[in-house]
């Protein structure tokens, strides 16, 4: 009988033992991005697996989600699955995650490939390669889930030609755009560590709780299905941090000043995020206040103080975030109650019921800051005042959500900081996204800002309505609040129906 | 009369993208690999210029000689996305881990005669090393290249060269009672015997090409289309006269999977050939030079493989590919 | 943050693949605390979370490989354990 190689030993035969030692070529000329961004790594061999899946175990499990997957996306087309949401407002927060999400996975995927030919450790190559194919089937199962949404709401039909357009789509494509034009050391640093193993649950888990409480069994098998190989991802990233603290003492500052840029980074693109649990979703799951304590302050916390023994700290500003998380989510909700005009989903301010919720969820903030003008607005709109900002607002140059974050310690005024480089002045919303931008001045100074590429006159015209055009938005249909929506007669008009007749056979499937 | 209205209401209001409905013609439902492929890649608009490549955008349709009028051009006949590619391969991994214990618990490798076992372990397991290589290129590839539609597909060829350089360490273990020796005897004969060294100096020099399109002519046309004839299709056909066709059943992934990738990788080249002359002759261009390269790396394999009429083999397999080429995608190499 | 010392989780879907996983991890870590979400149970514990192949054999009367888990884990926190045997996450500080 053959011997039988344990776990370990089989996966190191199955992978690293097939690279070899190059000779004909230069190490520098085969993997020519290892050495500028300063990271030293002296042995590849000491590299730990995140995970030992050989392409044969990983065709058989990836193979059985797929399989379930897709039959529960068949059922729920042909069942018309969307009628079972809560309400129609829900479904603005998929067309966010289309519009918004989705596109990052792919992202996530070509990074993870040009990483995955760049590390010199054939332990680490295989280790991305996987991710990057994992990210590519996130893509396509989120579109291929959505798509049913698609054939019934507006919103989804250009996600796409949107992501690389549309005003408040650029804070999710500048974020990746950011990681992959870095270095693969920072790239990894970026979207294995800080984003997927540090906050990568905040944006699935509730996400998919939500879906599940509101009724969207589509999205919840999608999302749990994706995240059962974020697991792997999330290991990926820890694995990646400890192997180049481990590999040289002068690896550390690099490391905490990525983890510093990539922490905030992170925590302003999950605003939007945030602002979906608090305000889009019909039944709440929990609030973002609460996710915040559950997967960053205490699991965040866990974390960090295992990163100690490297002499890593927690990133930088985080205090900031802990004071934060009573205020982003209600005024991000206020800043596109705003801007709703020139979106590709509605709006709404929220009824007695959610209103109290919110109370309830912020006891030190929302009764104070938020419900005063929510109410107020309200009361605008129900006497035919809907208020919409004409003026276009100023964006921050390093994430791109308009200036609408209150200073730390003042929840009434807000935030803003500013930089010169080279004769030119540039707005900042926080002291997290400035110090970004002081550091790279170079490069944060070329981000494609589109409020000065629609006053430069690159996005189709000079008045809102051209713009909206570039962007392919429909007007009057994808855009203002959802009271007026097509969106919400449609469901007006089907679900009144549908409780007449709920005995009949359902000829529409 | 009633519900007829009713039901006539929850029709949907459209039924694809938009971007899918355009290269569709008309807005109907489309697939899941049209909606899995078309424009999914980033178009325009990008924030930063790489650190890695300033000359160049983050998706930069110069990384390549070959022009495109339209990147979308490409169609995977297998029509694979994810979902598709991983089930179908889910399928063949099943079957072979049938062949695979059917293999050990028969105890096939007993009635392996010795000579053949050693020829196994000495010319077939150093080729998972040029394996991995092909793995590293279709990587480089999905990394670098324009256009979900072929991109995606190089990223599968990339995992199932993996896959494959897997089970030739599988087979390496089957035919020597798990004996991970041969496995290293196979590793030093790659970096140190003559015969292996043309054709790890062509892997080598494969891994520092920088034009992805040359990449995928040079690995997935010309080398997948020598090597493999060679190492699997003419090695199994010889083995099996001589007692081991037992081999066949632990090489079978390989092959069956050289058949599918040759429709993906040949309906590519007829696509780019077709779109102008230049793209035609720079194909030809590659295709020559680096078939005379793989032929000369692969020369030392043959002839340990089948002696006096290992050039006579080669040849043949090479006359092979240019009928392939000619046949299949229209490309004209000697 | 005194209190998140240690802390582990393993997130898993609420399924009848997870069932007898989480059964088993609720046998073999009796420190651990199982928190039920929709579509989805979190355990929680404070130093370590192990999964062993024999509990969840015994539970489902097959054999398990526990990379299986890879089909049902929906999250985790902590150091990965893998090998033959078990699967599992730990914090030791």
């Excluded at chain 1, 205490?298 to 004071?323: C, H, S, V």
């Excluded at chain 1, 596109?336 to 919110?358: G, I, Q, R, S, V």
């Excluded at chain 2, 099996?240 to 092959?255: E, Q």
């Excluded at chain 3, 355990?43 to 062993?52: E, H, P, Q, S, T």
Aim: aromatic share 14%; with cysteine; hydrophobic share 40%.
């Amino acid at each position: 009988m053959s011997r039988k190689l344990n776990l370990r030993e089989r996966y190191q035969r199955m992978t690293r033992d097939l690279a070899w030692e190059p000779s004909y070529q230069s190490k520098s000329d085969i993997y020519p991005q290892m050495e500028f961004e300063g990271i030293k790594i002296e042995d590849w061999d000491k590299w730990e697996d995140p995970f030992r899946l050989t392409m044969d175990s990983y065709w058989k499990y990836q193979a059985e989600k797929e399989r379930k997957l897709y039959s529960i996306i068949d059922a729920f087309a042909q069942n018309n699955g969307h009628m079972n949401v809560t309400d129609a407002r829900y479904v603005n927060a998929l067309k966010l995650f289309l519009t918004g999400v989705s596109p990052l996975e792919y992202a996530a995927h070509r990074g993870f490939a040009m990483v995955g030919r760049q590390f010199p450790g054939a332990g680490a190559q295989v280790a991305c390669q996987m991710q990057s194919i994992d990210e590519l089937r996130h893509v396509q199962t989120q579109i291929h889930t959505i798509s049913h949404y698609n054939k019934y709401f507006n919103g989804f039909h250009d996600f796409r030609h949107m992501h690389d357009r549309v005003w408040y789509l650029s804070v999710p494509k500048s974020f990746f755009d950011d990681a992959m034009s870095a270095g693969p050391f920072e790239f990894i640093t970026a979207i294995s560590f800080s984003f997927e193993y540090v906050l990568t649950n905040l944006l699935f888990m509730p996400f998919m709780s939500g879906a599940a409480f509101n009724g969207d069994m589509a999205t919840v098998t999608f999302g749990f299905s994706a995240q059962s190989d974020e697991s792997r991802h999330m290991t990926l990233g820890l694995e990646v941090i400890k192997f180049m603290a481990e590999q040289h003492p002068d690896n550390i500052p690099i490391i905490q000043k990525w983890i510093d840029k990539w922490f905030w980074r992170g925590y302003r693109l999950l605003t939007l995020v945030g602002m979906m649990m608090d305000y889009m979703l019909p039944k709440k799951v929990m609030s973002w206040r609460e996710a915040w304590e559950i997967y960053f302050e205490q699991n965040g916390g866990a974390l960090f103080e295992d990163m100690a023994r490297y002499g890593l700290r927690m990133p930088k500003y985080w205090e900031q975030t802990i004071e934060g998380k009573d205020h982003i989510t209600h005024q991000a909700w206020g800043i596109f109650y705003n801007y709703t005009h020139a979106a590709a989903f509605h709006t709404w301010m929220p009824d007695n019921e959610e209103m109290d919720w919110l109370s309830a969820k912020y006891p030190d903030s929302f009764d104070q800051y938020y419900r005063p003008r929510f109410e107020h607005w309200r009361e605008q709109a129900e006497a035919g005042n809907r208020f919409y900002n004409p003026t276009l607002p100023m964006l921050c140059q390093t994430c791109q959500i308009p200036m609408g974050f209150t200073e730390p310690g003042d929840p009434t005024t807000i935030g803003f900081r500013a930089s010169d480089f080279e004769g030119n002045r540039y707005h900042f919303c926080s002291d997290g996204c400035k110090d970004i931008f002081d550091n790279e001045p170079q490069k944060f100074c070329q981000a494609w800002m589109p409020v000065h590429q629609i006053y430069q006159g690159n996005c189709g015209g000079a008045t809102v309505p051209d713009v909206l055009d570039w962007y392919h938005l429909n007007f009057g249909v994808d855009n203002f609040d959802y009271a007026q929506s097509p969106d919400r007669q449609h469901w007006q008009q089907w679900k009144g129906e549908a409780a007449e007749e709920s005995d009949a056979p359902d000829e529409a499937a | 009369m009633q519900i007829d209205i009713k039901t006539a209401d929850i029709k949907p209001i459209r039924n694809t993208f938009d971007h899918v409905a355009k290269r569709l013609g008309k807005d109907k439902p489309a697939s899941r690999y049209q909606e899995a492929t078309f424009d999914i890649q980033p178009e325009t608009n990008f924030h930063y210029r790489p650190l890695w490549d300033p000359e160049h955008l983050l998706y930069d349709r110069r990384r390549t000689a070959i022009e495109m009028e339209d990147w979308y051009a490409f169609r995977d006949p297998r029509q694979y996305y994810y979902g598709t590619w991983t089930i179908t391969r889910s399928r063949q991994q099943d079957h072979m881990e049938k062949n695979f214990a059917f293999f050990e618990k028969r105890r096939l490798v007993d009635v392996m005669p010795a000579e053949w076992r050693n020829k196994v372990a000495t010319l077939l397991v150093p080729i998972r090393h040029a394996e991995y290589t092909a793995n590293l290129n279709n990587c480089y590839m999905s990394a670098y290249g324009y256009g979900t539609a072929i991109t995606q597909a190089c990223l599968y060829a990339g995992l199932d060269h993996l896959g494959i350089a897997q089970y030739l360490t599988r087979i390496a273990l089957a035919v020597s009672d798990g004996d991970t020796a041969v496995l290293d005897a196979a590793k030093t004969a790659w970096t140190d015997d003559e015969m292996w060294q043309p054709l790890r100096k062509l892997c080598e020099d494969l891994l520092v090409t920088k034009d992805w399109f040359e990449l995928f002519v040079a690995q997935n046309l010309v080398i997948d289309g020598l090597l493999y004839p060679l190492a699997y299709d003419r090695f199994d056909t010889a083995i099996s006269r001589h007692g081991g066709s037992a081999l066949a059943m632990l090489t079978d992934f390989a092959l069956e999977w050289f058949g599918e990738s040759s429709r993906w990788v040949d309906a590519t080249l007829k696509t780019a050939a077709a779109e102008s002359d230049q793209n035609k002759a720079q194909i030809e261009q590659w295709a020559d030079a680096w078939s005379t390269r793989a032929v000369e790396a692969l020369t030392p394999i043959a002839v340990a493989e089948f002696g006096a009429e290992g050039e006579a083999t080669l040849a043949e397999i090479r006359a092979e590919l240019v009928t392939r080429a000619k046949k299949k995608s229209g490309l004209d190499l000697q | 943050m005194a209190d998140a010392k240690n802390m582990v989780y393993l997130a898993l879907q609420n399924n009848e693949d997870a069932r007898p996983i989480i059964e088993a991890i609720e046998e073999d870590n009796p420190h651990a605390e199982i928190n039920h979400f929709p579509a989805m149970v979190k355990i929680d514990a404070v130093g370590k979370l192990i999964v062993r192949r024999k509990t969840v054999e015994e539970k489902i009367g097959r054999e398990w490989d526990p990379q299986e888990i890879h089909i049902s884990l929906v999250s985790l926190s902590g150091n990965v354990i893998e090998d033959d045997d078990e699967f599992g996450v730990e914090r030791d500080n």
